[in-house]
Nanobody, 116 residues
Framework: EVQLQASGGGSVQTGGSLRLSCRVS????????IGWWRRAPGTEREVVSC????????WYGGSVEGRFTISSDNAENTVHLRVSSLKPEDTAVYSC?????????WGQGTQVTVSS
């Protein structure tokens, strides 16, 4: 059974940093791409960043590029998202997800709250 477990959220002030982690079980991480998404209250869920754990290619959304860094630790089957220079508008529930054989799997989400 494929499972994703997100962790690492918290409350920080503007300019602060956190490291989010997404531990994947049930599959070998380096065979797939993992994405981080976020949903702020009253908004649609948006993709923030993703990584191909096999070749290391990364992608970032325009609002986070230069501030967030995604990486994979294939030995630990975990993807990390370093979120830095945080702004109040980064406040959201952050979730990780992967697509396997046309089925999308989601972790449960972790709350990031940024105060001004």
């Amino acid at each position: 059974e494929v499972q994703l477990q997100a962790s690492g959220g918290g409350s920080v002030q503007t300019g602060g940093s956190l490291r989010l982690s997404c531990r994947v079980s049930g599959v070998t991480l380096n065979d797939y791409a993992i994405g981080w998404w976020r949903r702020a209250p009253g908004t649609e869920r948006e993709v923030v960043s993703c990584i191909n754990a096999g070749d290391g290619q990364t992608w970032y959304g325009g609002s986070v590029e230069g501030r967030f860094t995604i990486s994979s630790d294939n030995a630990e089957n975990t993807v990390h998202l370093r979120v830095s220079s945080l702004k109040p508008e980064d406040t959201a529930v952050y979730s990780c997800s992967t697509l396997i054989l046309r089925t999308r799997y989601w972790g449960q989400g972790t709350q990031v709250t940024v105060s001004s």
